[in-house]
């Protein structure tokens, strides 16, 4: 009975590199989001992913970050281009339905970021 | 102002003490609410939802109040095993989106 699963578990990049997260949901739940805690700050939704649609991306930079969700396969947040203030925990989180009618989110154990 | 507001604290209660934890919301049309716990920065687990008639789980209260946009959370009897991060969540409009407050640090010695 896997929990929601995030690799790697740290990540460090340099400034400029590309940066892949991964994030599988927990069986049978088909509804993704990704959060970012940057350090001493609350987690901070960035998108909702439905398999292979983008259902809400109101909380992701403008620019550098992409996600997907495939018919097959895990999801990824994409960061293109690092920069330090990349530097951040990001968390996964998926539910058997869509979580407006008070559906728990199921988190994954994050992806540490660090920057150099 | 922020969507959810939480007192950071700390929190230095001895064990054995009852604890509340206060929140307030800004968007009045907000439809669910929860409380998560947070270990030293790892994942956030799911405490309890919270609903209008208020929620009992053991040692842990909530209570929500529309009116006034403000949430609450006892915890009675405190263990050591009861510190960590408490974070006030709100879902505001129905979508996946869920709001998260900055968390209030709760440590309880011996």
């Known amino acids: 009975n896997a929990g929601v699963m995030q690799n790697p578990r740290h990540l460090v990049r340099r400034r400029g590199q590309e940066a892949r997260l991964r994030c599988s949901p927990m069986k049978g739940h088909s509804h993704v989001y990704w959060y970012r805690q940057l350090p001493e700050e609350g987690l901070k939704f960035m998108v909702y992913?439905?398999?292979?649609?983008?259902?809400?991306e109101s909380g992701m930079p403008k620019e550098r970050f992409s996600a997907e969700f495939p018919k097959e396969g895990p999801s990824i947040l994409r960061i293109q281009q690092v920069v330090r203030g990349d530097s951040a925990a990001y968390f996964c989180?998926?539910?058997?339905?869509?979580?407006?009618?008070?559906?728990?989110?199921?988190f994954g154990p994050g992806t540490r970021l660090l920057v150099l | 102002r922020k969507e959810v507001e939480q007192d950071p604290g700390p929190f230095n209660v001895p064990e054995g003490a009852t604890v509340a934890f206060n929140c307030t919301y800004s968007?009045?049309?907000?439809?669910?609410f929860f409380w998560y716990r947070q270990d030293c920065r790892k994942e956030p687990k799911l405490l309890m939802s919270v609903y209008s008639s208020g929620n009992e789980d053991g040692r842990f209260t909530a209570q929500l109040n529309r009116a006034s946009q403000y949430i609450s959370l006892l915890i009675r009897d405190s263990k050591l095993s009861d510190s960590a991060t408490y974070l006030c969540v709100v879902n505001p409009s129905n979508t996946g989106k869920l709001i998260f407050g900055q968390g209030t640090t709760l440590q309880v010695k011996p």
């Open positions: 992913l439905q398999k292979e649609n983008i259902i809400d």
């Open positions: 968007n009045s049309a907000s439809q669910s």
């Open positions: 989180a998926s539910s058997r339905e869509p979580s407006g009618g008070g559906e728990t989110q199921y």
